[in-house]
């Protein structure tokens, strides 16, 4: 399969009124969005609770039926192909890493084991668990469907405990998993990055303070996280930008200058690589 064949789907493709969060039941899914039937990639998450269906969801070399009620979880950059008969009963979330990392640490979804690199795409539901989900699936219905103050914040904190919940569902374990020196190099090149992003944008620096060799760094973050050391610090420095458009009234140029960039001129051009929108326009959509 060549990857310059294959469909990007953002989420205005499925939410023309917000880019960063969608929410909707699955009977019919596939006639109202007809693309994901053939192989795309997402730039955003989904998380799809499925509960009588039939049909096939395919995500990279996963081929997932339902003889059971199931949850499917999409990362981005994944391919996948949705294919659902048209009376399938569950639900999906949709979201951005930006929708979720405006309130919770940028980490946080890292913490999720089914979200790590490489991990199942699915799990299967006994019924307690089925039933359990549904009611934060169903919260989440409401508070999406109704027009109330701090309405986003309320979706963010259903999110969040709906993931803790998988969590529990999808990983029972209680003792937390031994960690590994790659992934123990990785937090604390996270805690340093958290530390230093501001006025520290090379990954050498971070590597000189491992005491690895930047390399090396590359290579453990790449196989750990799939991203670079670069991108990793880059995205860290991208939400910070995204929280001090949306939460604050600063000036782009005082906010370039908060994050260390020399001219504002340059803090535009790297935000407009990183998110494929201005400073502005993204200030704009995200207080609309």
């Known amino acids: 399969m060549q990857s310059s064949h294959v469909l990007i789907c953002d989420l205005v493709d499925f939410s023309k009124s917000n880019c960063a969060i969608f929410y909707d039941t699955l009977k019919g899914f596939n006639a109202k969005f007809p693309f994901v039937e053939e192989s795309h990639k997402q730039n955003f998450y989904s998380i799809l609770f499925l509960d009588s269906c039939n049909g096939e969801i395919e995500i990279d070399n996963h081929k997932i039926y339902f003889n059971c009620p199931k949850v499917v979880i999409i990362q981005p950059n994944c391919i996948s192909k949705i294919n659902l008969h048209p009376e399938t009963g569950g639900r999906i979330i949709a979201f951005t890493e930006t929708f979720f990392s405006l309130r919770y640490n940028n980490n946080s979804l890292n913490d999720f084991s089914f979200f790590e690199h490489g991990c199942k795409p699915y799990v299967a539901l006994n019924s307690f668990q089925k039933e ?58 996270e805690k340093l990055v958290e530390q230093h992003f501001k006025e520290q944008k090379m990954p050498s620096f971070y590597a000189e303070k491992l005491h690895v060799t930047p390399n090396y760094l590359n290579k453990v973050c790449k196989s750990e996280t799939g991203k670079t050391a670069g991108d990793l610090i880059r995205k860290r420095i991208t939400i910070e930008a995204q929280r001090l458009l949306h939460y604050t009234s600063l000036s782009i140029n005082e906010i370039a200058h908060d994050l260390g960039f020399e001219n504002v001129s ?22 609309h």
């Open 266 to 287: 340059y803090f535009v051009t790297f935000f407009k690589k990183q998110t494929l929108t201005t400073p502005e326009q993204f200030r704009k959509n995200a207080n």
């Open 132 to 189: 359990n989900l549904q009611t934060f699936f169903e919260l989440f219905e409401l508070e999406y469907n109704a027009i109330l103050k701090d309405k986003t914040k309320v979706l963010r904190s259903i999110l969040n405990i709906l993931l803790v919940q998988l969590e529990r569902i999808y990983n029972p374990q209680i003792i937390p998993k031994t960690p590994n020196t790659k992934n123990e190099k990785i937090k604390e090149f």
